[in-house]
């Protein structure tokens, strides 16, 4: 039966030799450090937190951070960057700082991973073959009856085995997968090429704006989620598109995307009931827009003085909280021409403020229609073939290291302390160590089966003896 042995592996770091100046060695060894990086990381994701939750210019609007503010802490955020936390100029330089500290221990390292992943270990010595946590031993009766079992072990495993013959000794050796080794350098690069696009590129040259159309609708009401684009330049018409939601529209570098939609909170529209108080004429349909006067009757006359879409009271006026249209106010100016009298007419009645009994017309409001708007989002951001390089880099890359496994098996023929020769079998991965185990117990077990069927045929032969050939190996 085959034997395992588990041992802790000993690996060997070369650290890169730096024939420099103490403050520029001291500088390099700092930046190339897992914790500097690790340190920097953790700075950029919580100025990123900050970014998020701190409203940005320029695409939030200024009276929206103005409400969101006191005076004083909004000064206090534009003197900071905080409300431009991805153009500021210390969050660039932190992102470049990050970009070095990549660059630095990739280059710190990269000599031995390279030098591992060109020139596999193939042949390994008494010292590899003492240390290697996963290792097994199956007796043999001569070297050839081994390495055979061996080779069609693993074609049964569709992996292809090299033999390696050397002065002092022999063996055989397969891996699968060695790519994944470099895949940390991917995922590097990949990281180098985003930073370079969003936070490098395009904080300097780039820029982002907000604007808010009203589309000139009939009904003046937006029934789908699209708007028609037209884009002029010197005054002639150049491009026209109809954009929804992430299918933007691009003008020589400039994108226009419809971020969203809603309500501006200024009336479009009022359909009214005006109702004489007398009882001797019709109630009339009217439609008011704000400004606009109506005739009600030779003498009276009624237009919209004020729209306010949510209104609250305080000491006896009214103010409007917000521009959403959420607690409504109207209010009517109805004037008398023979006798110039003014009534402050208010949908609905505010006590203390409307005028509404004064009123030669009662007024019942029938349907309310407020105006509409697109929230464009138009960019400029020429560092954007560097992020999308960067985004496919980084999936091929997290492929590799996530699910790409770097496999290696070792078989060489051996005497025991006994003097009785034996068949050494080992085997290592970058990572997954438990399920490699197991493949690595059906590699042994394979090997076995492929000894049983010649195992006695061969040992009653007398032992042969390998080729006499050099083939180059480490």
């Known amino acids: 039966m085959a034997g395992y042995v588990h041992c802790n592996e000993v690996r060997q770091t070369n650290v890169m030799a730096l024939s420099l100046h103490p403050a520029i060695r001291n500088t390099w060894k700092t930046l190339s450090s897992i914790k500097t990086g690790v340190v920097l990381i953790i700075l950029v994701v919580i100025f990123s937190i900050a970014g998020t939750i701190i409203l940005q210019r320029p695409l939030t609007d200024p009276d929206e951070i103005a409400r969101a503010y006191s005076p004083a802490m909004l000064r206090f955020l534009d003197l900071t960057g905080l409300t431009d936390v991805y153009h500021a100029h210390w969050f660039v330089s932190l992102m470049l700082l990050v970009s070095l500290s990549i660059i630095a221990a990739s280059v710190q390292r990269f000599p031995n991973a390279w030098r591992y992943f060109a020139r596999p270990y193939k042949s390994p010595d008494e010292g590899f073959r003492r240390v290697l946590p996963i290792q097994a031993h199956l007796a043999i009766t001569d070297e050839e009856q081994g390495l055979g079992a061996a080779e069609r072990a693993f074609r049964h495993m569709h992996l292809k085995s090299e033999r390696i013959v050397r002065p002092d000794r022999f063996s055989l050796f397969a891996e699968r ?115 606009q006067v109506v005739s009600l009757d030779a003498d009276t006359k009624v237009q919209v003085a004020e729209f306010i879409p ?60 407020t105006g509409v708007f697109t929230g464009l989002e138009v960019s ?82 007398p032992a042969a003896s390998l080729p006499k050939t050099t083939t180059a190996g480490r």
Do not use: C
């Not at 704006?209 to 037209?230: D, I, R, T, Y």
């Not at 020429?382 to 496994?405: D, S």
């Not at 060489?412 to 117990?441: C, H």
């Open 177 to 291: 997968n060695r790519i994944s080794e470099m895949a940390v350098y991917i995922v590097h690069a990949s990281l180098l090429l985003f930073f370079l696009g969003y936070f490098i590129v395009d904080a300097f040259y780039g820029w982002r704006g907000f604007l808010m159309l009203s589309p000139g609708m009939a009904s003046n009401q937006v029934e789908m989620k699209w708007s028609k684009l037209a884009v002029v330049d010197n005054g002639q018409e150049v491009s026209r598109k109809e954009i929804v939601v992430n299918d933007p529209m691009v003008y020589h570098g400039v994108r226009f995307y419809q971020a969203s939609f809603g309500r501006t909170g200024k009336l479009d529209r009022l359909l009214l009931n005006a109702v004489p108080r007398s009882g001797a004429g019709q109630a009339q349909e009217i439609s008011l827009a704000q400004n």
């Open 310 to 369: 949510d209104f609250v009271v305080q000491d006896g006026h009214v103010y409007a909280r917000s521009n959403d249209v959420v607690n409504p106010a109207v209010h009517l100016i109805v004037t008398s021409e023979k006798t110039d009298k003014v009534v402050n007419f208010w949908l609905p009645e505010i006590p203390g403020v409307a005028e509404n009994a004064s009123s030669p017309y009662n007024f019942e409001p029938k349907e309310l229609k």
């Open 380 to 461: 400029h951001e020429p560092g954007q073939w560097a992020v999308w390089a960067g985004v496919i880099l980084m999936a091929i890359g997290l492929t590799f290291v996530f699910y790409v496994v770097h496999v290696r098996f070792w078989v060489v023929p051996v005497q025991d302390a006994s003097g009785n020769l034996a068949l050494w079998i080992g085997g290592s991965a970058n990572r997954n160590r438990d399920a490699f185990e197991q493949t690595f117990k059906r590699f042994v077990e394979q090997v076995e089966k492929e000894l049983k069927p010649k195992f006695q045929e061969a040992a009653e032969k």
